[in-house]
């Protein structure tokens, strides 16, 4: 799994960050991180701690917060998730069909008026 920084990806200035080269097995573990770290244990997570995540020109930390902001960064390396409990559940919700079946498909993991998407995919398309 790698996660990187993709920037103007259209006509409107929006960036991405993404996660993407995986397969079935490797979106069964992150989701199963993502739900004990931010879920049960409410704890932020930096995504390059996991050791089969390869950070390649970003870092993101994903923190809950009182309001669903998505990616924010001050400097295009260090990006910050901050959502909700609840945005984060949803989050797991989006990310379990990839934990069912392989695919080629995507997925945005929120849909906040932001500069900065999240996306999903295990071929890196959208």
């Known amino acids: ?7 103007n990806i259209n006509a409107y200035g929006d ?4 996660l993407y080269d ?24 930096e995504l390059s701690t996991i050791k089969f995540i390869e950070s390649r020109n970003c870092f993101l930390t994903l923190k809950i917060t009182e309001e669903d902001n998505g990616i924010i960064t001050t400097d295009n390396i260090n990006f910050y998730c901050e959502m ?8 797991i919700e989006l990310i379990q069909p990839f934990c069912e079946k392989e695919t ?8 906040i008026d932001s500069l900065t998407d ?3 995919s295990p071929a890196g398309t959208w």
């Open 1 to 7: 799994m790698k996660l990187d920084y993709i920037e």
């Open 15 to 18: 960036n991405i960050v993404r």
């Open 22 to 45: 995986f397969d079935k097995a490797q979106a069964i573990k992150f989701l199963k991180i993502l739900n004990q770290t931010i879920i049960i244990e409410r704890k932020q997570l």
């Open 84 to 91: 909700t409990s609840q945005g984060y559940k949803d989050m």
């Open 104 to 111: 080629k498909g995507y997925q945005w993991l929120y849909d």
């Open 118 to 120: 999240f996306l999903f």
